[in-house]
Every structure is written in C-alpha cells, then in structure tokens.
C-alpha cells in the first residue's frame, strides 16, 4: 500500500485513492493471536508486522485526518501507539466487547484512534489532539456502549428457512469429506479415561440420553437433532454433548429447550458453554458451535449476522460454510467499528475542517479521478422507465379483484389443510414424504418412521384415503379463498378502552397506557396478505403499520389472533414489549372465514390457589423422574419418583370461571415419552366431575415451559392447548402459569399459586372485513408479440404493472414521484410488502410453454454472441504445488483479465426487472415488472460450440416456480426394434446373419444414412424465488451425427452386425467423393477400439464372417501395443480395410511420446486438466504438421519443427503463482527475501562448475537409497536470474551437478594410500570414482533437511549421486580450491547427463580421466523428464517400485552407446521421403 497503484481481489490494478477523511484498518493478528504457538513480534517480518507497516506506509503517503485500527488485544498495542506517535499521530487505544454494542456476542477486540496532530483548524481556543482522542476513549466507554438487549435467537434463522436447510446439507457433506479436519481429532482412547474421570467425578452416570450413542457405532438421536451432521462427529464431540446435557440436568434444566451455544471442540475438562444464556461466545474459525436448542451447529450466514452484517442483503454464491465462518472470524463487529467511526467524526470536526481546505486548494490528481470513475454504477433510481423497460403501451388495463375469487366452501378448505399441513419435520415448507407417516394418540404429534424415533411417543401408522394433497397446490387455492386486505369495522376507541379497566387486574398505569394505545393502533390498522406458512397447522399472515393478524387453521378450534406491533423506537427490554407479546384479540370462525365475534384481551394479573394431588397410592402411583431416568448418581435424584397421574382443584371456582379460558380442573395423566422440556407433559383426561373431556375442543396439556434465554429457574409449568416445539417469536396459547418455584415431586398434595396475565373479554360490534381499494392491473396481451432483435438485451420487456391506492401513509419503503429498481439485494423485504398486490395476477395468463423466436441474420453471422449478456471469460493459466515429492498442477483464471469479466458479469442486464413508484398526485403505489428473455438467450448460445448451423432460439416463463431440492430424473429407456424391418444379408459375408441381427443391422445403416440430427441445447434461467417466476431462454443447434449405440444384449451378436455393417459398405467409394478436412488424411478403413485382450479376437472375427469387401479380401491392421505406432506407415492405414485399435493403445507411453514429439508439444507427466489441455494444443499442432508433410518440400520443415519444439522443451511450460502465502510458508518466504535484500551478491559468488541438474524423482530415489554420514562441501553454483512482474514464477532451480576433486575422491573410496596416480591399476580406481558426481539442487520445499545452506560460510551439505556407494564424505574448501587437483571429462563424450528418463538424454562416458587444469565448464540444461504416473508400462513399474537402476557396464575399451530422443531418431521415416 505504500505504492501509487495496487491490485484489487479480482485482480485489476488501480491507484490507491489518496483524498480520504478516514482510514478503517484491521491488519494481520496470526503472530499477534494466543493460539499462534510461534509468535513474532512487530518488527520481526511476520505477516501481521508486514500488513501492519504497509498500512502505516499508506498513512505516512497520503496522511488521513483519522484513523482506526482494529486487531486482537494481545497486539503490541503501545508499540503501535509509538509508530503513529513517530509520523505524527496522537495514537489512543482500548479494549471493547461486541456485546456490549447491541450485539449478543462475548468478542474483545483492541481499537485504535489516530489523529493527525499538525493539522487542525483553529476555532478561538488552541484545539488540543490530546483530548480528542481521550475523549474518544471516554466516550467509547460511557455513553456509545449499549448492551445487547436482543438474545442470540434474534440473529438466527428459523429452523424451517430454506438457507438453513442448506446450510445444513453444506455442513454435512463438509464434515464427511473434511479429511483436515477429521486429522486434527484425536483418538478418542485418548479421550475416554478423561470423559469417565469427569463422569465419575461429577456422579453423572455411564447413560447418553441425548446422543444414545454406543461405541459399537450405533446411535439415536432426539428428534431436534441434526442427524445429518451430528452422526458424522467423531466420538469425543458425542460424548461431550451427553456430559453437557447431564451437567445441566443436574440443576434442572434440559438443554434441548435452551438457547445455548456449547463450544464442541474444547475438552471435557473445560468451560464448553457461553458464559450467559442467549450470548454467543467468541466465534473462532476452529471451534464446533453447537446450539443446544436446535440441535445443530452454528451456520456460517449466522456467524456473519452476529457480526452486525445484514444477511438478507448479501449475495453469496459458492461459499462453504467453513469459508463464511472465516468471513465472520476475521470481520469487524460493525456495530463497534461504526460507534468508533461516529464518535471520531464527530470529534475530529476540526481537523476534518483543515483536511478539507487543504483538499480544495490542491488539484484532483489522477487516483482521485481513478476512483470516481470507478465508482460509477447504474443507478436505480430514475424519473422515467424509457431507458429501462419498453412496451409499456401494450399493456391493457383492467381493475384488480382482492377480494377472495374462490367459491370453495370453509368447511373443504380447513379439510385441505389437516391433509397438507407438515406431517414431520423432514417435510420442510413444501414437500410430501413418501415414507409412512405415524401419529401419537396421546398428544397428536405426527412423524414419519424414519424420524419418529426420540421421543418414542405411542405411535400409531396413519393411512391416507385419498391421498394426500400436495402443500402447493393447497397454497394456491388457500389464497385464491382469502381477501387480500382486511380492515376492522366499528373498532373501540381510547375511551371504550378505557371503560374496561375494572375487568383488568394488577397492572401498572404507564403499562395500561401504552397497551391502550397499541390496541387502537392495531385495530385501526389496515392489514394486508404478506405470506401462507406451513407448520403442524397452516397459518396465514397479514401485517399491517401496528399490528399483525394470524389465521390459524386448527381443524377443532380455527381462529384469528390479533398481535399489536411495539413502536419500532421502543428498547427489547421494556415490559411493553412483553405485555405485547400475546394476542390482544381473537375470534373463532368455526362456521365461516370472517363470521364470529371478536374477544378482546384486557391485560392485567390476576392470582388464584390451586391444590395438586397424586392420584393413586404409594408406590404404585409413582414413576422414574425425568432425573432418575438420566441415570444421574446423586443421592437426591438416584431415587426421586413423581406420580403417574395428578388431580387439580381450584379453591374458589366462581373466580375461576371468570378469569381462566378453559377449566383447568380435573385428572391429568402423566406422558414421559411425549417428549417436552424435563419430559414434563401431562394431559388432561377427566374434567373435574370425574367425566371424559369434550372431544370436539383441542386437548388441554400441563407441561414445563422453558424459558430460551433465562436460568432455569425462571421456568414454569403451565396449562396450554399446544405441546410442541415453538419458534422463536412465536408465542404460545397459555390459559394460565404455575408459580415458578413448583416441580414435579413424590408428595401427596401441594398448594401453589396460579396465574393469568390477561382476562378475554367479549366485543359485540367490531368486525373484520374484507376491503377493495381502487385498483388496476395491466398484462401483456400476447406473449408471441415479444421479438428479439440485436438491442433489445439492452432494455427489459414489459409484462406486468399493477396500481394500488395506498392512502397518505404509505410504508417508508416506496419512493416518491420517482422509479425505484428494485435489486437483489432489497428483492426479499420489497416483494414481502408487494405480495397482496401481485397474489392475485402473478399466475395471469403464462402457460410455462415454450416460444420460439426469430434472430436477426446480424445475430446469426456472430453466432448470438453478445459482450454484454456473455462477455468473455479470462484466459486460463497454471500454477505448480508442490505436494510431497511430487507436484500438482491446477488451472487459475488470468487474474487480470478476471477482474473486468467479474465486473462486467455483475453488469450484465437481469433476467427480470421491478420498479416501484409512489405517486402523491393519486396516492396510488405503482409496480412493473419486466422480463429479458433476450439475454438469456446470448446467455445460453455463448455455450454453444461454434458450429456453422443457424442457431434455433425460444424462451418460456413459469409463474408456479418452486426450488425444489433434488430434480426428479426421468426413466431411462432403450427402444426396442422387434418391429422393424430386416436388412438384407450383407455382401460378401461367409455365414448368414440371423433376422434379430438383420433388424439391427438395418437400423444401423438408417442412422448412418438418414439419421435424425443431434440437437445441441443450452438453457439459461434467471430465477425470483420470492416471487415465484422464473424464465428460461434456450439456444439450440442441429448436428449431425451419424451412427448410435448399439445396445442389444450379451450374446445376440454384436460382433458379427458390426462387421456386417462393415462389408455392407463401398468404403472405397466414400473415400473418392469425400474431401479430408484441413489437417487430416481421409482414410477408407473402419476403425475399431476395443480392450487389448480382444484385438487378436476381432481379427480372427473379420476372417471368419468376411469373404470379400468390394472385389478383394479384407485388409486388416491391427495396433496392440504402442510400439506397434513406428512400424505402422500412412500407407498401410490408407490401404486397410479395417483398423483394430487396442482401447489402451492411446494411454500408452509411447504413443504419448510419438504424438507429443511429432507435433512439438510436451505433455505432461500427470494425467488431468493440464494434461488435457496440452494434448489439445498437441492434437491442434498435429493438424499444422499434417499439412507440411502434405506440401512439396514440407518434410523437412516439419522435422524443423521437431527439432526446434525438443530444443525449447523447458521452456513451453509457464506457471504463475497462485496466491498469497500463510503461515509458516510466509514466514520461510519472508526470511528468504530478506536474506536476498541483505545480501544481494551472494548468487554471484557460485562458481560455473556444474553440467546438469537432477530431477525430483531421481535425487528422491538417491536420498532414500543412501544414508547420510557425512556432509559435503562443495563450491557454490550460479543461480538462475529470478522473474520478475506477473510472468512465470519458477517453482525449483537445478543448479547442477559438481565434479570431486581428487582429494575428495580418495578420501570417500579409502583410496589415500594410492602414491602413483599414473599406473594404470590406480588410473582404473580412478575413473570409476570420478564419475560418481555430486548432485546440487536448490530446491527447499520437501528436501530441506538434504540440503541445508550456511550463508555465513558458502557452504552446502549435499549427497553423492552415486547409487552403488553407500559413503558421503567431506572435502575441501573454497579457500584451498586452487591448490587442489580434479578429475575433469577431457571432451563432451564425457560429461555426464542425469535425467528421469533414459530415453530422453543420453549418457555417455569414457574410459580415460587425465588430470588438466581447473577451468569453469558450461553448464548443460538437461531436458525434464517425462515419466507418466498414468501408463501401466514396465518402465513405470520399475520406477514405482523404488529399484535402483541398472548401472552401465564400463571398460577401459567400450563406450556405453547414448539412447536417442526421439527427436533425433527420426521414428516415422521422415527422412525417407526427402
């Protein structure tokens, strides 16, 4: 950053903007953090001290008023301070928790505030720096915190919301295949004696209740739980999620009903849970956080909401989970870096003032224009739709109905809904399970058998007659029968509110108050249709300024239930809010939608004393506890018992009736395995004279309600007429609460006092109605009218507009006299509002058909291609890892042709476009939706390939679209040809074929001659899932392709149809009237692949069924092996009749090596995409050598190119670097680099003598077959010049190999006692240990502890190439170098050339070494071998196994003959055509 220019995330380099008022940093904290166990302080080139001083680099060059810096709070905060201090900042910092700024999260953070001191503006009295930051660190402390008053539930995402379903699919195919993360688990042997130890200790018992996990493998978890996910945990996290649930049941709390976020990753032994219920802990990239509640872990959308990012407004694409969680690890807490930020502006006025003069008197410089124009975006604001959206005039208006269009009767409608509604919770909000669905006659909770399984419940199978009917389409019938808006007629005013105040108990005045006005408030609302939501009931939701109205579906007791709306300005804490949280008003509709009267709910406390009794006598009345049933081991809960069945009794049933909803009284019978909080669920089965309870009214259950985020015991047992698990912010129908104090016992009798917060009183005027507001709809009359010409991707097409009067208050969220486009960002909130409008016409007149549509000739000629809608991608490039002892090489988008093809991606025109407007002239809202089908279109044909057929276009939009989860495949046929006609029988055929065989050799020769084009497709969908659309353009081509898959069955024949087919056939013929393709030789012959056991087969088929093709017998080439590729001539396959390929022929070494040297093209060693692409690049160069040889004089050019692409082999292959290094590989690099900048001579103090350079492979092989003794010193070698700029980055340097002197020589083959060097017996000794070599090679990746420098003495340990000798040894050093004799090559036969393959450079050697004068020799690149880890040759498995190769034999008198590359050995008999 301390540079003019910079490079952004998708590579585009840019100048960094200088003219800022304020500078938001957050640098590296990996040296700085407390898990980091290598920890480097600021100044010793870590990567936080490098990312902390090139922003300190930017600060110093464009010097910004402010600046905050955010890192971890063992940073060197004071050192820091001194830095700034240094340049001219008055630096301050402090320790700030994220909770304490309105998020529930426990994150402690440092920040930092820098002020410039030399520029501030004067204002009467000296403006001190000093003070400004001390009273920026005052207020942060003081008055900008405010503690989070909403719990964690409010930032999670309901349990049913389709990105949790997804989030939870990503984590569990993330946890099966994370292998890192499986690795980093211990042993859970190691972990057992410790989780017994803490089971033991803390009498917890041996039993897994949540989990019901056994070591054999076999689990069952509760019903809430993530099976999914948690099945996959290793055993330490399943046993660690029993122990926490023990741990808390000890204190009488069941965890699966607390909003708690255990930490899985810790150890038994320590603190797992958040330190306070509904606060988050401190959210690492490492740690599982599991929520107890829901039985699943934290997804990574959650993580960033917890960081104050809005997750309704970001688009995420591919993102793991693992990869948002790290998001959310390394983000700011937005709401502390905005307090931080608001208070700097608002105390730095002045030097802000000063800052701003002096950026007024100066000239724009070039970053500051870079950055506007860079800013430049579309804006979706305008005052017309001219530019955005045409054929608005073909639209034709007509008034839009909201009132219910549906003449199904109530009664039908609520009979839909108890088949449709969400029978398990695998279900979802839209599908129907197949598996069978089971239903507890106790309490009525409904499961398929897969999930029915914890809780036990008494099951009971349920069958369905009719069938079920499908959630969607009840949906869509469920809203064609529903007014869109409702409004309350007759509503009571302040005053009748008022009135009912005797009928109120205890409540405080202010709380009255503000009841009465939310009251009024809501009943004076107009609510309108916002959404149908399926649960083990369908609801209906409409909303409105200040309230919320529900329709609840229930088929024994259907209601309306009435929620007043908080005034958004009012705190989460304030007992408003929670006096509000039940219905204010209710009415029953048994006999119709909108028929029965309206209670209304007057709050106000009122007590009454109620006596509970066992049921039966002792002992046989009592059962197990919930604590009992644990297993737990302490004395007070080993042997606790509760009754089976309990009586209530009210003492003044007279005040009862008045102020309880239902009777409570009577028997209620005791249903552990039904499930609820501490298996707590009682129902009640007799009424208080002893008789069975009404059957037509909803049971009534009495169970523990346990509070999401409070201590247990704030806890209470209640009577409610629902059981099940609720939702945040929903609220459950209570008839009254227990004194929180009460538990379920073994005693007799006990006295406890009950309450109702609220008393229904009925209201005989007010009503509900459905209202019709001045309204208008307009639709396209034809969708066949839609053309598509060359522009027309530019601007939407309209389709559909809508007009709705709104009144003086519309909501907030429509703009004024002005279009509004709507993006995706704003897509969910504005089409939620939108939704009573567009119900009623979103499925007019679209039939989900396809339309085709006619291309311009323009278009045709450029294949559709359109830079707008289909720019073009950026071009591929390689980058080598280095990956053990091998490497792995990977494709990587070009980074700076990345960044224009991303931008203009997000650019390009939308499928569908919406605008808004409020107008104040006619208080009317207004909506136009358009559609682009032309842009999927160019989206869909840039797929295809470039064909010369004309392009086939249509597009089709679906108004009923719902993502469904998994695409239904259709049923694979085959057709049969049982009633086709037969051919006849071929000619020139030995043996008669059999009429089936007749019959498919007929279909065979249709499909060559007059077969059906292929079709190529390309779809393109742009998808609204909020509002149910989606459209879909489709390009296509016809090809034609001759021929099919002949696919009848084992033992009908094949064979001899196919060769049928063959002989049937004038290849001869063909082959005159056809012309070869640019590249090509046409050929008569028939080739035929085939597996290389059935080669010799085939051959001995075509003999046996075919006599004579045309006039002669049949010419057949067979190629078994790739060695059969050099003694096959052009001619001999322009001449066969059939050609016999075996199918492993082209995997083959030498075939790869034939086709990689002909066309000049090194193919790698590794099959996979870069093998690919090369092979393709070889097969285009292929075609261009084909037409040389074709040309007079053409042979020799072609073996030019041959020579030239195996001279220039190393330097075909280009990698680039992927990204920026982490870690240990930073901190290596780093060092590196530093050694480079201290010392920048030390690569020119090698010396030139070296000849060649190892490959990886074979100094792997030497190390693991030599042990290390002693190290050698040897002299320093050039390294090559490092690349610079954006172009390839070598991965490994070869330095070369160094030849040893004579005193090295003798001293490693015990040769010292040699005096005479010159008789021929020594000379012999001599020679042999001269040529074993020392290899020198730079690389540091795998082999570091091979090869080992010391900079401060030149010197490096290597090891001996020799393979025969098992000694290393020392020799001399740089300093004595002259003095010292070496065994030299006296010509170029004798220098020696060590490769990875024999076949590619020679080795050559000589007899006699005569000592000559030292002098440098050039250094001899050796040529990349070429070994293929894909090809089943011996040579590969000799490789493989690890067997050193053969060594050469020498004598005195006989040179080892070179192997020749085929480069130079001239395998396909060009020179016999010069």
């Known amino acids: 950053m301390g540079s003019s220019y910079s490079t952004t995330a998708y590579g585009a380099l840019v100048p960094i903007p200088g003219n800022i008022d304020m500078l938001i940093a957050g640098t590296s904290c990996v040296d700085y953090s407390n898990l980091n166990t290598h920890q480097k302080a600021i100044d010793e080139g870590g990567e936080s001290g490098n990312t902390f001083y090139g922003m300190l680099s930017y600060v110093k060059n464009h010097r910004p008023p402010i600046v905050i810096l955010e890192n971890v709070c063992s940073a060197p905060w004071d050192q820091i301070c001194g830095e700034f201090e240094e340049i001219g900042y008055r630096a301050r910092w402090l320790r700030l928790d994220t909770k304490g700024f309105y998020i529930p999260h426990t994150r402690t953070r440092g920040y930092l505030v820098a002020i410039e001191s030399q520029r501030t503006k004067q204002r009467g009295a000296t403006v001190s720096v000093k003070e400004l930051t001390d009273d920026w660190v005052e207020g942060m402390k003081s008055y900008m915190q405010r503690p989070a008053s909403c719990t964690l539930d409010s930032f999670l995402l309901p349990t049913d919301d389709p990105r949790i379903h997804e989030g939870r699919q990503r984590l569990a195919m993330e946890t099966k295949t994370s292998a890192e993360r499986r690795r980093k688990e211990p042993d859970w042997s190691r972990c057992e004696q410790r989780h017994a130890r803490a089971r033991a200790e803390e009498m917890l018992g041996n039993k897994r209740p949540l989990t019901k996990w056994e070591e054999g493998g076999t689990f069952n978890f509760l019903d809430h739980i993530w099976e999914d996910w948690c099945s ?215 499961s398929c058998v897969k999930c029915g399984q914890r809780p036990e419940h008494h099951y009971q199978p349920v069958t369905f007659d009719p069938p079920r009917v499908q959630p969607l389409m009840f949906a869509e019938e469920a809203k064609k029968a529903l007014p869109m808006v409702l409004q309350f007629s007759k509503a009571p005013t302040l005053a009748q509110l008022e009135a009912l105040r005797t009928r109120a ?67 989460s804490n304030n007992p408003v809010r929670r006096m509000l949280e039940p219905p204010v008003a209710r009415s029953l509709c048994r006999t119709g939608l909108l028929v029965g009267s309206w209670d209304l709910a007057v709050p106000g406390q009122h007590e009454v004393k109620i006596v509970i009794s066992g049921v039966g006598d002792d002992p046989d009345g009592l059962t197990d506890s919930w604590q009992k049933s644990l297993g737990l081991l302490d004395s007070k809960y080993r042997e606790k018992l509760v009754w089976q069945q309990i009586e209530i009794e009210v003492d003044s049933p007279e005040t009862s009736a008045q102020i309880f909803d239902r009777d409570i009284t009577g028997v209620y019978t005791y249903l552990p395995k039904c499930g609820t909080a501490c298996n707590s669920l009682h129902k009640r089965i007799l009424d208080s004279e002893g008789d069975a309870v009404d059957s037509r009214e909803p049971d009534l259950y009495f169970f523990l309600e346990s509070t999401r985020t409070r201590e247990g015991s704030w806890d209470q047992f209640v009577f409610s007429t629902s059981m099940r698990r609720y939702e945040y912010d929903e609220c459950r129908p209570i008839v009254a609460k227990l004194d929180p104090q009460w538990r379920q016992s073994d005693e007799k009798t006990t006295r406890v006092t009950c309450r109702v917060d609220w008393v229904w009183v009925q209201l005989d005027d007010i009503r509900c109605e459905a209202t019709q507001p001045d309204s208008l709809y307009g639709v396209l009359s034809n969708e066949e009218s839609i053309t598509i010409d060359e522009d027309s991707c530019a601007k939407a097409q309209a389709l559909l507009t809508c007009s709705v ?73 390689w980058y080598k890892r280095e990956k053990g002892r091998g490497s792995d090489i990977r494709a990587v988008e070009d980074s700076r042709q990345a960044a224009p093809f991303e931008r203009a991606l997000k650019a390009r025109p939308t499928a569908f476009q919406i605008h808004v407007q409020y107008s104040s002239d006619d208080k009317h809202g207004k909506v136009v939706i358009g559609i682009n089908p032309a842009t999927l279109i160019h989206q869909a044909a840039s797929h295809l390939p ?228 090369r092979l393709d690049e070889a097969h285009k160069k292929l075609a261009g050598q084909v ?118 020589v003798l001293e490693r083959e015990n040769l010292s006692g040699i005096k005479d060097a010159s008789s021929s017996k020594s000379r012999g000794k001599l020679r042999l240990a001269a040529r074993k070599s020392v290899i020198v090679d730079s690389d540091d990746s795998d082999d570091s502890d091979d090869l080992t420098s010391e900079p401060s003495t030149g010197k490096s340990h290597l090891r001996s190439s020799s393979q025969g000798s098992q000694d290393e040894y020392q020799g001399g050093s740089d300093d004595d170098s002259d003095t010292e004799e070496e065994l030299e090559p006296s010509s170029e036969d004798d220098v020696v050339v060590i490769s990875d393959e024999e076949s590619d450079v020679p080795r050559r050697k000589k007899a006699v070494a005569k000592k000559v004068a030292k002098k440098p020799l050039n250094p001899v690149l050796s040529k990349p071998g070429r070994k293929r880890k894909n090809m089943d040759t011996d040579n590969e498995k000799d490789a493989d196994s690890g067997r050193p190769t053969k060594k050469a034999k020498t004598t005195e008198a006989k040179e080892v003959k070179p192997k020749k590359s085929r480069a130079t050995m001239d395998p396909w008999k060009l020179g016999d055509k010069t």
């Not at 083990?536 to 109205?549: F, M, N, Q, S």
């Not at 065979?1004 to 390309?1018: K, L, S």
């Open 232 to 446: 996959d945990a290793v055993p330490r996290v399943k046993d660690l999620m029993d122990i926490s649930h023990l741990r808390a049941a000890k204190v009488g709390v069941d965890t699966s009903y607390k909003t708690t976020v255990w930490n899985l990753s810790q150890n038994v032994d320590r603190q797992i849970g958040s330190g306070r219920l509904g606060i988050a802990p401190c959210l690492t990239p490492t740690m599982i956080a599991y929520i107890t509640n829901r039985g699943g872990p934290l997804v990574g959308l959650e993580a960033l909401g917890l960081q104050g990012l809005p997750v309704d407004r970001l688009l995420l694409t591919r993102e793991t989970q693992d990869q948002l969680a790290d998001l959310a690890g390394n983000a700011m807490s937005t709401t502390v870096v905005g307090s931080s930020m608001i208070l700097a502006l608002t105390l730095a006025i002045p030097v802000l003032e000063k800052a701003i003069e002096e950026r007024e008197d100066r000239a724009d410089d070039e970053s500051t224009q870079s950055e506007i124009e860079t800013l430049v975006e579309r804006s979706l604001l305008t005052d017309t739709l001219d530019d955005r959206i045409a054929g608005l005039e073909r639209l034709q208006l007509q008034p839009l109905k909201l009132q219910a269009i549906s003449s199904r009767s109530w009664a039908n409608l609520l009979q839909e809904s108890v088949e449709s509604r969400r029978w398990c919770r695998c279900e979802g909000r839209s599908t129907i399970s197949e598996r069978q669905m089971l239903q507890c006659p106790e309490c009525h909770t409904t």
């Open 505 to 571: 108990g205890e409540i405080e005045s202010g709380l009255w108050q503000e009841w009465k006005k939310a009251a009024s408030r809501a009943l004076g609302s107009q609510l309108t249709f916002v959404d149908l939501k399926r649960q083990d009931i369908w609801v209906a939701v409409y909303e409105g300024p200040g309230a919320r109205l529900e329709l609840h579906m229930h088929p024994k007791r259907p209601e309306w239930r009435l929620f007043a709306i908080p005034e958004a300005n009012m705190h």
């Open 946 to 1173: 470039p064909r010369p057929s004309p392009i086939e276009a249509a597009w089709r939009l679906d108004t009923s679209y719902t993502p469904l989860p998994l695409i239904p495949k259709p049923p694979f046929t085959i057709p049969s040809n049982r009633h086709d006609e037969p051919a006849e029988q071929p000619e020139g055929f030995k043996l008669n074929l059999r009429p089936e065989q007749l019959r498919s050799l007929k279909w065979m020769q249709h499909q060559e001659d007059t077969a059906e084009p292929f079709i190529e497709e390309e779809i393109c969908e742009g998808t609204s899932d909020h509002l149910g659309w989606r459209l879909e353009g489709r390009a296509r081509k016809p090809v034609s392709i001759l021929g099919g898959v002949l696919a009848d069955q084992v033992g009908y024949g094949k064979t001899a149809i196919m060769l049928g087919l063959v002989a049937t056939r004038n290849a001869k013929r063909l082959a005159k009237e056809r012309h070869a393709p640019p590249g090509k030789i046409l050929a008569k012959a028939t080739c035929v692949i085939v597996p290389a056991h059935l080669v010799l087969q085939w051959k001995g088929e075509v003999t046996k069924f075919i006599k004579l093709i045309g006039k002669h017998s049949p010419k057949v080439l067979t190629l078994h092996q790739g060695s059969d590729i050099n003694s096959t001539t052009v001619e001999d396959i322009l001449d066969a009749d059939i050609v016999i390929v075996a199918s492993s022929m082209p995997n083959s070494e030498h075939y790869l090596d034939n086709l990689g040297s002909f066309a000049g093209v090194a193919l790698p060693n590794k099959a996979g995409r870069y093998f690919n692409a």
């Open 1187 to 1304: 037409e040389l040889l074709q040309r007079e004089g053409g042979v020799k050019d072609a073996h030019k190119v041959i020579r030239d692409a195996h001279e220039n082999a190393s330097h075909q292959e280009h990698f680039v670097q992927l990204k920026r290094l982490k870690g240990r590989a930073y901190a290596e690099a780093n060092e590196e680099r530093s050694k480079m900048l201290k010392n920048p001579s030390a690569d020119r103090e090698r010396s030139d003598n070296a000849v060649a350079g190892p490959s990886k492979s074979n100094r792997s092989a030497i190390k693991e077959s030599e042990p290390r003794k002693k190290p050698l010193t040897v002299r320093p070698v050039p390294k090559p010049v490092q690349q610079t700029g954006l172009g390839p980055q070598p991965t490994r340097t070869f330095i070369g190999v160094s030849l040893p002197t004579l005193k090295q």
């Open 805 to 877: 009067f709104l009144g003086d208050d519309p909501s907030p969220l429509w703009p004024i006299d002005c279009w509004l486009e709507i993006d995706k960002l704003h897509e969910r909130e504005y089409l939620r509002l939108m939704t009573w409008m567009l119900q009623r016409i979103r499925n007019v007149s679209h039939d989900a058909q396809w339309k085709t549509v006619e291309l311009s000739e323009s278009l045709q000629k450029r294949h559709c291609h359109c830079e707008r809608c289909a720019p073009t991608p950026p071009a591929i490039l």
